[in-house]
């Protein structure tokens, strides 16, 4: 990414009209046909018609990422006219648009831009500007690959506060109240949770926080445990039960209270009884 990112600022200073740069091995152009439709594309999807340049975009490649995230051809279209579900008034600012293609010795054709996007939140209200790079890379008429960089902090803000209003977040969490046994103190506790969290954070890429707080006097725990989707929680509790970690934790600690917050899947439920769990699925908010 940061290789890409310093071939951005090069060509920006390199690109003036067209020239010849040995150091880059090609020719820059901001008057190509791949610029014209570079043009078009960012056009029409501030239209929010971007699927009306699909014929632009190889049916075969899967070069096709947002950030490091990689997508299919339907993937990158659904989700750039999600954008408009999203945030209305969408603009890619023209003026300070610095947009270029390059030629390169090897045959290999790219289009390049760095702008900045604005656009109001929908759901939040807000007034979001972020700074876009992207590249695009052409065989004939066709783009085969395309690589956006941008950092998505205010697009996740409005995609969690859509899912909050629609209820329709797949995120779910383990909340719990331990109590810790007699015979153990709070060094113990912190000594197994080392370990522990080590184990979780190695093994399951679906639990993305995982937290433990203990009271003044060492007595309770309480355990905060966020999971992507009901598969990933399932995940948690299977690959629990089949390590040595649940003897430790339960000659530790014993299980007083536990809830599953969120829109909880059948299998999860099922799996969530057998720890004594209440259910409670989201009504307002939103879940980071």
């Not at 290789?3 to 008057?31: E, R």
């Not at 046909?33 to 960012?42: I, N, Q, W, Y």
């Not at 209820?167 to 007699?182: D, F, H, P, Y």
């Not at 080590?198 to 445990?225: A, C, H, M, Q, W």
């Amino acid at each position: 990414m940061k290789k890409i990112f310093l071939l951005f600022v090069v060509l920006g200073i390199l690109s003036c009209g067209q020239s010849d740069s040995g150091d880059l091995g090609g020719v820059l152009d901001q008057n190509s046909k791949e610029v014209k439709m570079t043009r078009e594309l960012m056009k029409k999807y501030t239209e929010g018609k971007f699927r009306e340049i699909a014929d632009m975009i190889s049916d075969d490649s899967e070069e096709f990422y947002f950030n490091n995230v990689k997508v299919t051809k339907e993937g990158w279209i659904s989700g750039v006219e999600n954008h408009h579900n999203l945030f209305e008034n969408i603009q890619n600012d023209t003026e300070g648009l610095n947009l270029t293609s390059a030629r390169y010795n090897n045959g290999s054709v790219w289009s390049m831009a760095w702008f900045q996007w604005t656009g109001k939140g929908k759901y939040t209200g807000n007034d979001a500007k972020i700074i876009v790079h992207h590249g695009f890379r052409f065989e004939g008429d066709k783009i085969v690959a395309a690589y956006h960089f941008f950092d998505p902090t205010l697009l996740d803000v409005e995609i969690k506060a859509a899912e909050a209003t629609n209820k329709t977040s797949q995120r779910v969490l383990g909340l719990a109240e331990l109590i810790v046994n007699r015979g153990f103190t709070s060094s113990d506790v912190e000594k197994f949770l080392v370990r522990f969290s080590n184990f979780v954070r190695e093994t399951e890429p679906g639990t993305y926080d995982f937290g433990y707080f203990i009271s003044k006097n060492g007595k309770k725990v309480n355990l905060v445990e966020k999971y992507y989707t009901s598969d990933d929680f399932v995940h948690h509790l299977n690959n629990f039960e089949k390590s040595e970690y649940s003897k430790e934790f339960l000659k530790l600690f014993t299980i007083n209270k536990v809830i599953i917050a969120g829109n909880a899947s059948d299998e999860l439920k099922t799996k969530g009884k057998g720890y004594g769990a209440e259910f409670r699925p989201q009504i307002g908010g939103w879940i980071n």
